[in-house]
């Protein structure tokens, strides 16, 4: 019996050790986990005082209120940099404020507005703007001399940074390691998204249905498409296709064929029998759209969709009826 009772006696001892010792396992688990979290949030920011500003040159318009340097720029010393700048109040808003009293040419007007922007002192142009810069070392470039100064290098490194305030504090935001020529279109592509995602936002400030104007009837959701024929050009048929995508979120349009590639985002207003669309931003192609006031007018006729729009030029062989081109309309 006494023997019985010491072996309950060291089995409880027993239990217990290996109970506490999974309890401090556990606990060591929980407190790496922890560690590694809290080390993720106090990753300290990284800061640049260059004044990458003062290589900034001409600036040059894209978009309505989006504004870059207008070709390959390089620092004195062999640095690459490409600057994207945005009004801080929204780059739409910014540029219908700006040109509402401008007369001229769309060119004209973008003249006048760039200029402004040029003559602003490069201290306060964070105040009023959302700069970045692409910027890649001279460590990764080389001389090349006459038309094109300089060449960047592979392997090479690109760094993102935000203008925080005056002109030397630049925060990073990312970087994109460069190995071989796919990367280097990779990297074009990662350029490219930040751009037109940067862009997107921008247009979004003062306007709580993105890029619908106002709210419009259900019924214009669809995908609306059609064919624009030149007849036989060179042994060949010849034209170009229009889609006009609709949803409750954005509404695109994209032109494709003979001579002719664009993809723009549109905004939209609808009057009665007509939904009137007008250009936001081209996202690819031509940029004729934004020179169109409206780009498109969608007509619901007895059941059948019509399209109006200046990019239906003359020589096409299609012909309109009445309220317009014929195009067909499907569900989304």
Same mark, same amino acid.
Not at 207 to 227: D, L, R
């Given at each position: 019996?006494?023997?019985?009772?010491?072996?309950?006696?060291?089995?409880?001892?027993?239990?217990?050790?290996?109970?506490?010792?999974?309890?401090?396992?556990?606990?060591?688990?929980?407190?790496?986990?922890?560690?590694?979290?809290?080390?993720?949030?106090?990753?300290?920011?990284?800061?640049?005082?260059?004044?990458?500003?003062?290589?900034?040159?001409?600036?040059?318009?894209?978009?309505?209120?989006?504004?870059?340097?207008?070709?390959?720029?390089?620092?004195?010393?062999?640095?690459?940099?490409?600057?994207?700048?945005?009004?801080?109040?929204?780059?739409?808003?910014?540029?219908?404020?700006?040109?509402?009293?401008?007369?001229?040419?769309?060119?004209?007007?973008?003249?006048?507005?760039?200029?402004?922007?040029?003559?602003?002192?490069?201290?306060?142009?964070?105040?009023?703007?959302?700069?970045?810069? /692409?910027?890649?070392?001279?460590?990764?470039? %080389?001389?090349? #001399?006459?038309?094109?100064?300089? &060449? @960047?290098?592979?392997?090479? =490194?690109?760094?993102?940074?935000?203008?925080?305030?005056?002109?030397?504090?630049?925060?990073?935001?990312?970087?994109?390691?460069?190995?071989?020529?796919?990367?280097?279109?990779?990297?074009?592509?990662?350029?490219?998204?930040?751009?037109?995602?940067?862009?997107?936002?921008?247009?979004?400030?003062?306007?709580?249905?993105?890029?619908?104007?106002?709210?419009?009837?259900?019924?214009?959701?669809?995908?609306?498409?059609?064919? /624009?024929?030149?007849?036989?050009?060179?042994? %060949?048929?010849? #034209?170009?296709?229009?889609?006009? &995508? @609709?949803?409750?979120?954005? =509404?695109?349009?994209?032109?494709?064929?003979?001579?002719?590639?664009?993809?723009?985002?549109?905004?939209?207003?609808?009057?009665?029998?007509?939904?009137?669309?007008?250009?936001?931003?081209?996202?690819?192609?031509?940029?004729?759209?934004?020179?169109?006031?409206?780009?498109?007018?969608?007509?619901?006729?007895?059941?059948?969709?019509?399209?109006?729009?200046?990019?239906?030029?003359?020589?096409?062989?299609?012909?309109?009826?009445?309220?317009?081109?014929?195009?067909?309309?499907?569900?989304?």
């Amino acid at each position: 019996m006494k023997k019985k009772f010491l072996c309950i006696i060291w089995a409880s001892i027993v239990l217990g050790s290996c109970h506490e010792k999974t309890s401090r396992q556990n606990t060591t688990s929980e407190n790496v986990v922890q560690t590694a979290v809290a080390k993720s949030l106090t990753v300290k920011k990284q800061f640049s005082q260059q004044d990458f500003l003062s290589s900034l040159a001409d600036i040059c318009v894209e978009d309505d209120g989006v504004f870059k340097n207008c070709d390959a720029l390089f620092s004195k010393e062999g640095s690459s940099l490409f600057f994207l700048i945005i009004p801080k109040i929204g780059a739409k808003n910014w540029y219908e404020a700006e040109s509402k009293n401008l007369k001229g040419a769309v060119y004209e007007k973008n003249n006048v507005l760039t200029a402004k922007i040029q003559n602003i002192d490069k201290s306060d142009l964070s105040k009023y703007f959302d700069v970045w810069v /692409f910027y890649t070392d001279k460590k990764y470039t %080389q001389h090349v #001399g006459m038309d094109v100064a300089y &060449n @960047i290098k592979n392997p090479h =490194i690109t760094d993102l940074y935000y203008l925080r305030s005056a002109k030397n504090n630049w925060e990073k935001l990312e970087s994109f390691n460069v190995t071989n020529d796919a990367d280097a279109q990779k990297e074009n592509q990662w350029k490219d998204d930040f751009i037109n995602k940067a862009t997107m936002l921008s247009d979004q400030k003062g306007s709580s249905h993105g890029t619908v104007a106002t709210p419009i009837s259900a019924e214009w959701t669809g995908k609306y498409s059609t064919y /624009f024929s030149y007849g036989e050009i060179g042994g %060949q048929n010849a #034209g170009w296709e229009l889609e006009i &995508n @609709i949803t409750a979120n954005k =509404i695109t349009a994209r032109g494709e064929g003979y001579q002719l590639a664009f993809s723009d985002e549109l905004s939209a207003k609808e009057n009665n029998e007509e939904l009137v669309l007008n250009h936001l931003r081209n996202l690819s192609g031509y940029k004729t759209g934004s020179t169109m006031s409206p780009e498109f007018i969608l007509i619901k006729d007895n059941g059948q969709f019509y399209v109006k729009s200046k990019w239906i030029d003359g020589d096409v062989i299609t012909k309109p009826r009445k309220p317009g081109y014929e195009i067909e309309k499907a569900g989304l």
